[in-house]
């Protein structure tokens, strides 16, 4: 049972580390109402950035996060480029940088993978410092990771910049009016979004002691199902600093999710198949039961249902 449990406990540090990758989905998605599909590319770059810091130029393990943040920020800026520059869709020009990162990715490690099984990372070095395990020190990070990321966008989010970008995705020709240039809201939103999502996977990269050419596969769909997860949970929070903290439960709830699955017998193989249709459902529900709703409320007779 022990097991069991201590499988759940990494499931659940191992979502809050993600978290920051599912804030970064979430100011695309909800907040500039944009798919933005850079982010598997850019969670890569994230990680292999740190790894090739790390392992090649010895440069500190916090040091190497923050380089995974710039590079995540950078990516996210050349997707806003095209698209705001270029007049190319958001949806294309996001799979253009991703398309592109994965030849980038390969370029900067040289190979398709990078071990930092003889380096020293923030979590050994917390665990060293903290005389705690492993596991407690992967949920430490993500948790003070988490905590700083919603209060940075707490506050960012309620500068005059960051209103204007929220009001960009609510009524993008409203605020053209007002005279903000809403080529510049996206093109900030989309490189803050990046730099979050270049910075979850630095982190996963130094948790898992190695990057992946393919380790950002599928990190959309792992964000929209935790966003959605979030909303359904706490879906009657209002305030903005409520919906943040919502997103890094559902995250932590979504990867819990998995591990039960997994320990209920489902092929890892599977788990794609998973995350596709709890976010189809979850977008679905609402729908279906607006339709139920109105369906239940009409009466032949011209009247209203009391």
């Not at 996206?186 to 992946?212: F, H, M, P, R, W």
Request: with cysteine; net charge neutral; hydrophobic share 55%.
């Amino acid at each position: 049972m022990s097991g069991i449990l201590m499988s759940f406990y990494g499931a659940v540090s191992q979502g809050v580390l993600w978290s920051l990758m599912v804030l970064g989905v979430y100011i695309t998605f909800r907040l500039l109402d944009i798919a933005d599909l850079t982010v598997d590319g850019s969670f890569a770059l994230g990680g292999c950035v740190c790894a090739v810091m790390i392992v090649n130029h010895g440069m500190n393990p916090v040091a190497a996060l923050l380089m995974g943040l710039l590079a995540g920020a950078v990516a996210g800026a050349v997707t806003g480029i095209l698209h705001v520059i270029f007049d190319i869709p958001a949806i294309l020009a996001g799979i253009l940088t991703q398309i592109s990162l994965w030849s980038v990715n390969l370029r900067i490690m040289g190979k398709s993978n990078v071990p930092l099984l003889q380096t020293r990372t923030v979590f050994l070095d917390l665990s060293d410092a903290a005389g705690i395990s492993q596991s407690n020190a992967n949920m430490l990070v993500g948790v003070l990771f988490a905590a700083a990321g919603i209060a940075v966008l707490y506050w960012f989010f309620g500068t005059e910049i960051g209103c204007a970008i929220r009001a960009t995705g609510n009524n993008e020709y409203m605020v053209r009016a007002l005279g903000v240039d809403t080529r510049i809201t996206k093109l900030i939103g989309l490189t803050i979004s990046n730099a979050y999502v270049g910075l979850s996977g630095a982190l996963i990269c130094e948790s898992q002691k190695y990057a992946d050419i393919n380790m950002g596969t599928g990190a959309i769909v792992i964000g929209l199902a935790a966003i959605v997860i979030g909303e359904v949970l706490l879906g009657r929070f209002v305030n903005f600093a409520h919906k943040l903290f919502a997103v890094v439960v559902g995250s932590a709830v979504y990867f819990l999710i998995r591990a039960i699955v997994l320990q209920l017998g489902m092929d890892a193989n599977d788990m794609k198949l998973l995350s596709a249709l709890i976010v189809a459902v979850a977008l679905a529900i609402p729908a279906v039961s607006r339709r139920w709703q109105l369906a239940r409320s009409y009466d032949p007779a011209g009247k209203k249902e009391e």
